[in-house]
């Protein structure tokens, strides 16, 4: 086991109607002028917004409002919400909403509390010394966000999508409702699953550390997730499947499921940003797009693990060659993608992609991870290209 950090200083408050508690919390964690922010208005339209705005007017606490973030957030409206904050004197930002919202509202926190462009902490130019405060009401089980440490902005000159990871913008709380996900489209709800349960692969496939404990906690989550996501796609308002959905999304991002390995391989997801900043498509779906024709690629070079994950997790028999166990996890996999109407290849996706695009994504990837990145396989642009032609 290599020697890790693992600091989740969100105070989680989970249940039925947690919601009715956030003045409380603001007030704990010192908020006296609020910018909330959220999406494109399903906050709105499920009456979640008016039992938060009610509450804190009742409890005395200002806010202004920012809403707009949409799926793969943009730079822009996060300019947008510097200049507001700054005007307005916000000292705490109070997200509602999914990743998007949250992400967003990280961004906004960087650019009020550090001098100069915020774009910069995402183009890797230099780092953050400070956040606002961040406070999340999570509508979305999906990216982690409300513990996680990252933050991913798309800058629309150029379609760049990039994640900023850094401490200071780990939530000081999250009020997770499991009921505040029911009125999700059952492709989004699937979508979050699959972006779950590869938050806790991406620290799976790794070729560095010995992980008993992590590994039992990794393999737990991900057939819980599986289990449940299934229950979901035929009854969506099952209140427990929903629950524990939702925690595993906390648990799989908030390091909890990479203790004690090398960091992790985060190439998959670092293949699926370029297909959101390139076609827009949803994070989870495009990650189901892309793994197969990873694992496809890489497996040889992280064999035990693979091994280990059709066994443990996919139910595979423990029969055959190695290689033909590792194939049978992958391929059962992608059924489980498929059971749950995720795609497994870009078509699948929704996206025709020409070849000129693979090769600027490929190029754009490399870039972005400073020329190469991966655990299970050290890829390089070459390697990312050929990822993305097997899994158009
Ligand atoms: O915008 P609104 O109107 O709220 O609608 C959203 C949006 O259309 C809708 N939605 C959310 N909660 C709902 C709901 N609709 C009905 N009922 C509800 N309860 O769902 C759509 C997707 O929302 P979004 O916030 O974009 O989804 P998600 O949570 O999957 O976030 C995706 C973003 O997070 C990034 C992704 O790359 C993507 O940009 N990620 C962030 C991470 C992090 N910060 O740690 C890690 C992830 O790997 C990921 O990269
Ligand atoms: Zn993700």
């Known amino acids: 086991m290599f020697g890790f950090k693992f600091y989740t200083p969100t105070k989680v408050v989970f249940g039925k109607d947690t919601e009715l508690k956030v003045a409380e919390l603001v007030k704990e964690f010192g908020g006296k002028k609020l910018l909330i922010h959220y999406g494109g208005g399903s906050v709105i339209k499920s009456g979640l917004m008016k039992r938060v705005t009610d509450i804190l007017d ?34 705490f930002i109070l997200a ?18 550090n001098e100069g462009d915020v774009w910069d902490f995402y183009d890797y130019k230099r780092q953050a010394t400070a956040c606002l405060p961040i406070g999340v009401i999570l509508t979305l089980s999906a990216t982690g966000s409300e513990m996680s440490d990252s933050s991913v902005i798309t800058k629309e000159e150029g379609l760049v999508k990039r994640g900023y ?11 997770m409702n499991p009921e505040l996900t029911m009125t999700l489209p059952d492709y989004q709800t699937a979508c979050g699953c699959t972006d779950i349960m590869m938050h806790t692969m991406e620290r799976y496939f790794t070729n560095g550390g010995n992980m ?25 308002k099952n209140y427990d499947a929903r629950a524990e959905v939702m925690w595993a999304g906390s648990l799989a991002h908030n390091d909890l499921t990479g203790c004690g390995n090398d960091g992790g391989d985060w190439m998959a997801h670092k293949l699926e940003h370029e297909l ?27 064999l035990p693990r693979f091994k280990k994950f059709a066994i443990n997790v996919m139910g595979v028999e423990d029969k055959g060659t190695d290689e033909e166990i590792a194939i049978k996890g992958i391929e059962s996999m992608e059924a489980f993608y498929h059971e749950i109407n995720m795609p497994t290849n870009l078509r699948e996706l929704g996206v025709e992609a020409t070849d000129d695009e693979l090769v600027e ?16 396989k050290l890829l390089n642009e070459e390697d990312m290209l050929a990822i993305y032609r097997a899994c158009k």
């Open 276 to 302: 959101g900043g390139l076609y827009d498509v949803a994070h989870g779906a495009g990650l189901a797009a892309v793994w197969g024709s990873w694992a496809r690629y890489v497996y040889k070079d992280c």
């Open 165 to 175: 990871s850094s401490d200071y913008c780990r939530p000081k709380f999250a009020i």
């Open 58 to 91: 009742e409890a005395k606490i200002e806010y202004v409002m920012l809403g707009g973030a949409v799926p793969n957030p943009h730079l822009g409206l996060v300019y947008e919400g510097i200049d507001l904050c700054k005007k307005e004197g916000v000292d």
């Open 361 to 376: 994504m490929a190029h754009k990837c490399a870039v972005g991870v400073g020329g190469s990145m991966g655990s299970a």
């Open 96 to 113: 509602v909403g999914g990743g998007s919202a949250i992400d967003s509202a990280k961004a906004i926190g960087y650019g009020v509390t």
């Open 212 to 236: 008993e404990l992590t590994d039992s906690l990794a393999e737990g989550l991900l057939r819980t997730v599986m289990n449940n996501a299934k229950i979901l796609v035929k009854d969506p």
